[in-house]
């Protein structure tokens, strides 16, 4: 990314966010050579807290790239932030609805245009109550598989102290200890071209997912939980089409 293309909306939003960042935390950032410093790629976070948004996006500005995030379709709709949002090239996604198959048009659209697309394969924070990462949603296997993009896991630990969504405690003394470490990318190569079936989703799902919990293990230390089991499928015909609302 050539920083004097950032525009304005993108260059206030770096002015006035990471300042703040840099007086509320401490950062450990690894890895950084694993993203790519131009074209399209699709960036998998584990998401453990409402402002790992920020310590993730501050990484991936830091390592040259602008993250392209897909947020909540209200958020948008809110008065002046969802504008300057919209403004700063983040993505909307109508959740549960046939729009969301649009979302992952504009999402193929961003990458084959060689933006950094940042989806959380979990969807939502995790619900585990250790914070590890829990079984994901289909999206970023459904963009691998649209676009040949690589996928690159991002393992991220400390923005529980920041914001913890289990007790809703936010951390206010400055230089909270943040970890953030970026890997390779995701070997999803046995199912490139490949029909977009269920069962040929939630396996790229579980690959990006467990590649996810073994750097998340690394970086916090201690001994990550036993592997999530999936529902056996009875059928294959339709899935591709009946999951499309998993486009984040």
């Known amino acids: 990314m050539v920083r004097r293309r950032l525009g304005f909306w993108r260059r206030l939003a770096v002015v006035v966010v990471k300042p703040v960042l840099t007086v509320w935390t401490r950062r450990a950032w690894t890895g950084m050579e694993h993203l790519p410093a131009e074209g399209g790629v699709i960036i998998v976070p584990n998401h453990i807290s409402h402002a790992d948004p920020l310590t993730s996006a501050h990484y991936i500005y830091d390592a040259g790239r602008w993250p392209r995030f897909l947020g909540k379709a209200s958020i948008f709709r809110v008065p002046v932030i969802g504008w300057i949002i919209h403004k700063c090239e983040q993505i909307p996604v109508e959740r549960g609805t046939v729009d969301a198959a649009r979302s ?38 459904r963009l691998a598989l649209a676009t040949g993009a690589p996928v690159i896991p991002v393992a991220q630990w400390g923005a529980q102290d920041l914001f913890d969504p289990r007790t809703k405690k936010i951390g206010l003394r400055p230089r909270i200890p943040v970890t953030v470490q970026a890997g390779p990318p995701v070997d999803l190569s046995r199912w490139m071209g490949a029909a977009p079936t269920r069962t040929t989703l939630d396996e790229m799902t579980d690959t990006i997912m467990l590649r996810l919990r073994d750097m998340v293990a690394e970086i916090r230390g201690g001994t990550p939980p036993p592997l999530w089991s999936r529902p056996t499928h009875a059928a294959e015909s339709g899935e591709g089409s009946q999951r499309s609302g998993e486009a984040a």
Not at 135 to 140: H, I, L, P
């Open 104 to 141: 992952l048009d504009r999402l193929v659209e961003a990458i084959n245009a060689g933006g950094a697309v940042v989806i959380y394969p979990e969807g939502t924070t995790t619900r585990e109550p250790d914070l590890w990462p829990m079984r994901g949603k289909t999206g970023a296997a």
